[in-house]
């Protein structure tokens, strides 16, 4: 009988030599962007319209309440036609000194009053009515903050610090009159104290009170506003 044969095959000439060559990619050319005048208009127009689209409930709260007036009344108020953004580099100070960003006001409504630290007989009179007219305002009052913005290097008193504050502190800051007077204004004819100024979420000026104003009407102002934004602003920064 003859015995079988176990041992394996041999390999195939060349087989090693294969295995022991090294692996070869084919790298391709990542294809050129397009930067076509008409490819850079397109991503433009896109940009703009989802700017549109995020400013839309704004404009439409706006016109809403200065256009449309379903109570067919007009506003107390003197709207500022355009609004008036708060300038990013407004030099803006602690009472200790210490440097505040402007954008960081934005978030909130804002009813400003501006006056020297020594507060005369108007300034106190303008911040008893911030500090009413947010107290009054109820379970809106979250969304509306006070600022005073003390336009010279004096320094109010501490009971007047406390006075101002309520069961929902002011924010007090000093802002160079002249550097100030290049965002807010006063009508013709006025001092910049003697005006209240509301200040949108947004950080934008948009509204001025008449001087010594109505606390009742400057209120109904207020809550309209309040109204007719309830859609897009919530309260807190």
Sequence with gaps: MSGSNSSAPASAPGADADLASPLSLTVHSMPAPDLSPRRTALGRLKMLMVLGVCAAPVIASYFTYFVIRPEGRTNYSEFVTPPREIP?????????????????????????????????????????????????????????????????????????????????????????????SQWLSPAQGHQLDEHLYVVDPMGQWMMRTPVEPDPAKLKRDLEKLLRASSSWDQPGR
């Excluded at 969304?143 to 010279?152: A, G, Y």
């Excluded at 290097?153 to 610090?161: E, G, R, S």
């Design 88 to 180: 990013a580099t407004l030099p803006l100070r602690d009472l200790a000194g210490q440097p505040v960003s402007a954008p960081g006001l934005h978030g909130q409504w804002l009813v400003v009053v501006t006056a020297g630290g020594a507060c005369d007989a108007r300034c106190e009179s303008h911040l008893v009515l911030q500090r009413q007219l947010v107290e009054t305002l109820g379970r809106e009052k979250g969304r509306v903050d006070k600022l005073w913005l003390i336009t010279d290097d004096a320094t109010p008193t501490p009971a007047l610090l406390k006075a101002i504050g309520g069961a929902q502190p002011a924010t007090v800051l000093r802002a160079p009159a002249a550097e100030l």
